[in-house]
Nanobody, 123 residues
């Protein structure tokens, strides 16, 4: 069983930055493929970013603005979000992948989810 706990959400203005964190349990964290998803009101959950080993992958809409990173010593992944836009408003979820193939199109299966953290960007 893996537990994921997100933090760092909040209310910001357009153009601001925010960093989300996700602390994970598990003794083999460094081997986990991890990622971030988001879900806006009335919409389906959307993939945002993934990290596996030294490889990263982003949805087109956040490329150049968001950066996913990990600190294996802290069992934590991060999502640095810059130049935020109102359309980035959503609940952001941390995820552990049971399967991930970083390619186009990306292929994955999530086996653990965090509880989510709200990010609201005002215009």
């Amino acid at each position: 069983q893996v537990q994921l706990v997100e933090s760092g959400g909040g209310l910001v203005q357009a153009g601001d930055s925010l960093r989300l964190s996700c602390a994970a349990s598990g003794r083999t964290f460094s081997s986990y493929a991890m990622g971030w998803f988001r879900q806006a009101p009335g919409k389906e959950r959307q993939f945002v970013a993934a990290i596996s080993g030294g490889s990263t992958y982003y949805v087109e809409s956040v490329k150049g603005r968001f950066t996913i990173a990990r600190d294996n010593a802290k069992n934590t992944i991060y999502l640095q979000m810059n130049s935020l836009k109102p359309e980035d408003t959503a609940v952001y979820y941390c995820a552990k992948f049971g399967f991930l193939r970083i390619s186009r199109p990306i292929s994955y299966e999530v086996n653990y989810w965090g509880q989510g953290t709200q990010v609201t960007v005002s215009s």
